[in-house]
């Protein structure tokens, strides 16, 4: 999309950053709708195919958690958090927060 956004703004944005405009912006602005459209499309290709890939994967700490490439499945939020907390070593104790510094009665 920031494709798009140069697109509307000119040639003002490689004059911002000092830079020459490229042979290929002045194709694309010669052609500005099918550049548009084009540009659109082409994101919601690549979008659309970053989603479908299925990849679900969950770290804590840096170490892998959950994968559903490898476990096949998306597991329920509860066995989400079970999973997590029994890595993080927090089902030990029921965690209670604290709204005292809230005011009104909880």
Do not use: C
Not at 69 to 84: F, N
């Amino acid at each position: 999309m920031g494709a798009l956004l140069i697109m509307m703004t000119g040639d003002k944005v490689f004059q911002l950053f000092g830079v020459p405009v490229p042979p290929w912006y002045t194709g694309l602005q010669e052609n500005k709708i099918m550049a548009m459209v084009g540009i659109f499309f082409m994101g919601n290709m690549v979008e659309t195919s970053m989603l479908s890939s299925g990849a679900f994967e969950v770290t804590v700490n840096g170490d892998s958690v959950w994968s559903k490439l490898e476990m096949g499945y998306l597991p329920s939020l509860e066995h989400l958090i079970t999973v997590i907390d029994d890595r993080l070593g927090a089902g030990a104790e029921e965690f209670k927060p604290d709204f005292s510094n809230l005011g009104g009665d909880f």
